[in-house]
T-cell receptor, first 112, second 114 residues
Framework: DQQVKQNSPSLSVQEGRISILNCDYT??????FLWYKKYPAEGPTFLIS?????DKNEDGRFTVFLNKSAKHLSLHIVPSQPGDSAVYFC???????????FGAGTQVVVTP | EPEVTQTPSHQVTQMGQEVILRCVPI?????FYWYRQILGQKVEFLVS????????KSEIFDDQFSVERPDGSNFTLKIRSTKLEDSAMYFC????????????FGPGTRLTVL
């Protein structure tokens, strides 16, 4: 039951350019969305989140956009840096304290 | 970022053996979660634990799994009789700070079942 989908398994971007990662969901009961970054053999690291009552949240180089009508969110990273090379997971939950449901992840490679 | 710790970092075991994975979540939070990631797959929810009781569990969390809070600060995930397909990274997570909105993950335990 894939309620959170990341349809792009990989993304290659040049250093300094913008990285755009996409995430689609099917459950209209999701009320909170999060993006995590993960390196191999490490735990997911929280990046940025957004409540379903908002359509944009920004934190430094990271901005998350939410389009509830399309059930779509995106993560923008600008400018992209070599250290951003990792797997990025989109996650969502339906209630406070609730479990997170993850997408399959997008492998980002930032090239010099 | 608030810190969640896990031990051991890597556990190798024979099929059919019992393993216990340990976690120290962020203090002063009653909620606690276990997730796992099989190599190449997405992170999957296993179980949530609130105030010394299981709050929710997934279909993965069958009778072979159990979760306990042996003391005030430690949580454990026990797999009674490991199977080859239990090989995965196991992560614990807990909310951090004042907000309940974000779950912070530990570094994980890599479980290898031979």
């Amino acid at each position: 039951d894939q309620q959170v989908k990341q349809n792009s398994p990989s993304l290659s971007v040049q250093e300094g350019r913008i990285s755009i990662l996409n995430c689609d969901y099917t459950n209209s009961m999701f009320d909170y969305f999060l993006w995590y970054k993960k390196y191999p053999a490490e735990g997911p690291t929280f990046l940025i989140s957004i409540s379903s009552i908002k359509d944009k949240n920004e934190d430094g180089r990271f901005t998350v956009f939410l389009n509830k009508s399309a059930k779509h969110l995106s993560l923008h990273i600008v400018p992209s840096q070599p250290g951003d090379s990792a797997v990025y997971f989109c996650a969502a939950r339906t209630d406070s304290w609730g479990k997170l449901q993850f997408g399959a992840g997008t492998q980002v490679v930032v090239t010099p | 970022e608030p810190e969640v710790t896990q031990t051991p970092s890597h556990q190798v075991t024979q099929m059919g053996q019992e393993v216990i994975l340990r976690c120290v979540p962020i203090s002063n939070h009653l909620y606690f979660y276990w997730y796992r990631q099989i190599l190449g797959q997405k992170v999957e929810f296993l179980v949530s634990f609130y105030n010394n009781e299981i709050s929710e569990k997934s279909e993965i969390f069958d009778d072979q799994f159990s979760v306990e809070r042996p003391d005030g600060s430690n949580f454990t995930l026990k797999i009674r009789s490991t199977k080859l397909e239990d090989s995965a990274m196991y992560f614990c997570a807990s909310p951090g700070g004042i907000s309940t909105d974000t779950q912070y993950f530990g570094p994980g335990t890599r479980l290898t079942v031979l």
